[in-house]
């Protein structure tokens, strides 16, 4: 339903049991309520955000702007789309009619709007440019190389590819199109990013037990095969590891030989040798039959998306496109530049408690013989219910590191530029902690994106540091003690 802007006509609509009128003018288009995105820490009458036509647009509930309290959305309920300074949809109950509306209350939606949100009022959020990220203070001269890997479950083992091999980590579709005439490795095709991508079973690859390849953890983790993007389907994502070299084993002589172990490069030995995970050779994945085969499907694929859609081949798709770690918190997705995160690691069971420490430090946690902070994000955020599981995001802002705690990982995703858009400054107290926002689905489906400077403001990023050094004082007092206490 459209609106045309009459001189003089109002739309009328139901809010709260009272017919209220928006000048016609100012009206866009009516439309029926869609999933939303909720925003953290945004005031209570801003409902989260929608995707309008590849648009951000912030949706608000009109009952909660006028202080009343809001119902229950029913079929009946609508948002209506009107210019605010910019674009802003506004969910009554109802729609009633257009026209003069002389028994309706006529709301003035400007004064409303810059209560709440002045970004609105001012006409609309900046373009906010990528965060640009320095990379993490090296531990001195001589600090060990590291090697960044994703690290995923198959059959009850881990394993990992390093990250630059990993064009992304994506979630299985429910359905997957077999080929016909393929070996048993090779699942099929799914729709992926205006083309077809090859899927290839890692349990067959390493000769594990096949598993029920539509569970909702599965992943696929798209790497490259001659130029060409191919998915490896796994159980799970476990996380994104920085290793050092030293903790980097070759594969004994006498495992190399089997079926599986002659895919593995090597062996990466965490906390201290308790856990292991195999890193695979993406160049040994496929025998050479198995790479001429996707090979070809990978070409055709390519070639159709062309033809078809008039759609850049999947590397030049990939090579645009900027990376993006995705993690949930309850219901909701957010998501972080891979360039800001160090690694991500499993939540210890138990966190040391940090004496004196501010509220949103739970703890603190020990990586690799470093103390880290850990902040909660779920209370930050305002996330409701229990958590499960758990992992640590590892990052370093402006040379503080910190890990923040989060209910899973989820995807490591590119996002091309075409598809981030500037969040609207819609948060309480102006801060800027989500600077973008992507839309990774036509579907509709939008991630926040967080800058993370933002995530911690100047005055908690120098308590952390002080807490860094305090921790790891105390942490080093006792070796002195018993250094100064020779014979």
């Not at 906010?128 to 009850?156: I, K, S």
Request: hydrophobic share 50%; aromatic share 2%.
């Amino acid at each position: 339903m459209s609106a045309p802007g009459i001189a003089g006509d109002v739309l009328t609509v139901g809010v709260a049991g009272e017919i209220l009128a928006l000048p016609a003018a100012t009206v866009r288009e009516v439309l029926r309520p869609a999933p939303l995105t909720r925003v953290p820490h945004a005031p209570a009458s801003l409902l989260g955000l929608s995707n309008l036509r590849g648009a951000v647009l912030p949706v608000l509930s009109l009952a909660r702007l006028l202080g009343r309290e809001a119902a229950a959305p029913t079929p009946a309920s609508r948002v209506v789309v009107v210019d605010g300074g910019a674009p802003v949809g506004l969910l009554v109950d109802s729609v009633a009619s257009l026209g003069r509306g002389a028994d309706a209350r006529s709301v003035d939606l400007p004064s409303l709007l810059a209560r709440d949100f002045s970004a609105l009022a001012r006409g609309g959020p900046r373009r906010a440019a990528a965060p640009a990220m320095a990379a993490p203070d090296a531990a001195g001269p001589e600090a060990e190389e590291t090697l960044a890997l994703v690290a995923f479950r198959v059959g009850g083992q881990d394993y990992a590819l390093p990250l630059d091999k990993v064009a992304e980590v994506a979630r299985l579709p429910a359905e997957v199109v077999a080929l016909p005439r393929t070996g048993k490795a090779m699942l099929g095709v799914v729709p992926f990013r205006g083309g077809l991508l090859p899927l290839v079973s890692l349990h067959a690859l390493l000769g594990l037990p096949a598993t029920d390849a539509t569970a909702e953890a599965a992943r696929i983790v798209v790497t490259r095969l001659g130029g060409h993007a191919v998915g490896l389907v796994v159980d799970a994502m476990r996380a994104i590891l920085r290793v050092p070299e030293s903790a980097l084993d070759p594969v004994p002589p006498v495992l190399s030989r089997g079926l599986g172990e002659a895919r593995v490069e090597a062996i990466a030995r965490l906390e201290e040798g308790r856990r292991l995970v195999s890193v695979l050779a993406p160049a040994r994945l496929f025998d050479d039959e198995t790479a001429a085969r996707l090979a070809e499907a990978a070409r055709d694929a390519s070639r159709t998306a062309r033809e078809n859609d008039g759609m850049a081949s999947d590397t030049e798709h990939a090579g645009a496109a900027e990376r993006f770690v995705v993690f949930r918190l309850g219901d909701e997705h957010y998501g972080l530049p891979i360039a800001a995160v160090d690694e991500v690691v499993r939540r210890p069971e138990t966190l040391t408690r940090i004496p004196r420490a501010p509220e949103f430090v739970v703890g603190a946690m020990n990586l690799r013989g470093a103390v880290l902070p850990v902040i909660d994000q779920r209370d930050r955020f305002g996330t409701s219910g229990s958590q499960a599981g758990g992992r640590i995001v590892v990052v370093t802002i402006d040379g503080v590191r910190a890990g923040f705690a989060v209910d899973a990982v989820s995807e490591v995703l590119p996002i091309p530029a075409a598809d981030l858009s500037p969040a609207p400054e819609l948060t309480a107290g102006g801060a800027r902690i989500f600077d973008r926002v992507a839309r990774v689905e036509r579907g509709g489906r939008m991630i926040l994106l967080i800058d993370p400077r933002a995530l911690l403001d100047g005055a908690e990023r120098d308590l952390l540091a002080a807490l860094a050094a305090r921790t790891t004082g105390a942490a080093d007092a006792p070796k002195t003690k018993k250094a100064a206490s020779g014979p």
